[in-house]
């Protein structure tokens, strides 16, 4: 799993329960990194699948002084297959219309009209810069121009929740990734973006600077 740490050194552990109930500890690592850092366990020999996960912690045996920080974690994943990974070959629904299709390669896009960027649920916080979400965007934001001519975005369309909150530095943040783009960009409001409905549409969404290409249209998203 992906672990962020705070260098504090505390150590990861981890039981898992066989499926003849024998039970198996492990303390694969310290924690003695800062940022995102992928953390592996290697499964000993000998255990009975399949497997059930009882815990996973953050712990320090006996220390001689007190551990404070703070840790997150995301992306829990059980990588039991040796066999490499293959990307899928892509079939095209059979109902599909005529004007959609897959393209692999952006030489091969063949432009009719406009093209439009789409995305959604982003939820950026300016508190966390160096969120997924965040990185994610900068990569668009770093892809596009290398895109064929005919393959590069007239302009982008976020479905919502862009921002985790519509508090005014975190719609700031989020449009400043969407700003980031480089294409004319527009935002529709959801539910994170009023908080849940604790500020009002016509409150921080509508300020300039918080906001892309003042909506013509409001529509809620839920």
Same mark, same amino acid.
């Given at each position: ?5 705070? $260098?504090? $050194? ?13 039970? !198996? !500890? ?18 000993? *020999? ?13 712990? %320090?045996?006996? =220390?001689?002084? *007190? ?42 896009? *063949? ?33 596009? =121009? ?19 909150? $519509? ?27 009023? !908080?849940? $409905? %604790?500020? *009002? ?12 290409? !003042? ?8």
């Amino acid at each position: 799993m992906w672990i962020k740490g705070d $260098g504090n $050194g505390i150590e990861l552990a981890e039981r898992y329960i066989g499926v003849n109930g024998a039970a !198996t !500890t492990l303390y694969p690592t310290y924690v003695t990194w800062k940022d995102w850092h992928l953390a592996v366990a290697q499964l000993p *020999a000998g255990m009975q699948f399949p497997l059930t996960i009882s815990f996973v912690d953050f712990l %320090a045996i006996s =220390p001689s002084t *007190a551990y404070s920080g703070s840790l997150n974690v995301a992306g829990l994943q059980a990588l039991y297959s040796p066999r490499p990974v293959t990307e899928p070959d892509y079939h095209a629904v059979p109902d599909n219309p005529k004007w959609l299709s897959h393209e692999e390669d952006s030489a091969d896009f *063949a432009r009719h009209g406009s093209t439009l960027l789409a995305g959604d649920d982003a939820h950026l916080l300016a508190s966390d810069p160096g969120s997924v979400s965040s990185n994610v965007m900068d990569s668009v934001a770093g892809r596009l =121009p290398s895109l064929s001519p005919q393959a590069r975005p007239d302009a982008a369309q976020f479905l919502g929740d862009m921002a985790d909150d $519509g508090k005014l530095a975190d719609l700031r943040f989020a449009k400043s990734k969407m700003d980031a783009l480089g294409v004319p960009e527009r935002d529709i409001v959801g539910n994170h973006e009023i !908080t849940q $409905g %604790a500020d *009002a549409e016509n409150g921080n969404y509508r300020t300039p600077s918080a906001t892309p290409t !003042t909506p013509t249209a409001w529509v809620r998203r839920g």
